[in-house]
């Protein structure tokens, strides 16, 4: 079974920065497209972030020169680091595989999340 553990999550100040970690177990990881997502209250889950096995990253336009992801492969974890937070980026940040139309590969599942809130 595939899992991912987010963390990192917390309250801030709008301008802020966080970091989230997600560690991944059950899945070889290396060659995976690696993704963060979130959720706001009352929105769809969307596609935050990518970084493919080679490190090749793309962004949704909201973040972009904003947040930057990372990984590694030797410790099964992906990164998101959110710097110039603004309250709309507030929601549960989840990790994954990248999705293919809304739709999640067989045998994944969503983690827990982290919650990151954003004060004006």
């Known amino acids: 079974q595939v899992q991912f553990v987010e963390s990192g999550g917390g309250l801030v100040q709008a301008g802020g920065s966080l970091r989230l970690s997600c560690t991944a177990s059950?899945?070889?990881?290396?060659?995976?497209?690696m993704a963060w997502y979130r959720q706001a209250p009352g929105k769809q889950r969307e596609l935050v972030a990518t970084?493919?096995?080679?490190?090749?990253?793309n962004y949704a336009n909201s973040v972009k020169g904003r947040f930057t992801i990372s990984r590694d492969n030797e410790k099964k974890t992906v990164y998101l680091q959110m710097n110039s937070l603004k309250p709309e980026d507030t929601a549960v940040y989840y990790c994954?595989?990248?999705?293919?139309?809304?739709?999640?590969?067989?045998?994944?599942?969503w983690g827990q999340g982290t919650q990151v809130t954003v004060s004006s």
């Open positions: 994954n595989v990248l999705w293919a139309r809304g739709v999640l590969p067989s045998g994944h599942n």
């Open positions: 059950g899945t070889r990881f290396r060659t995976d497209v």
């Open positions: 970084v493919s096995g080679l490190r090749s990253t």
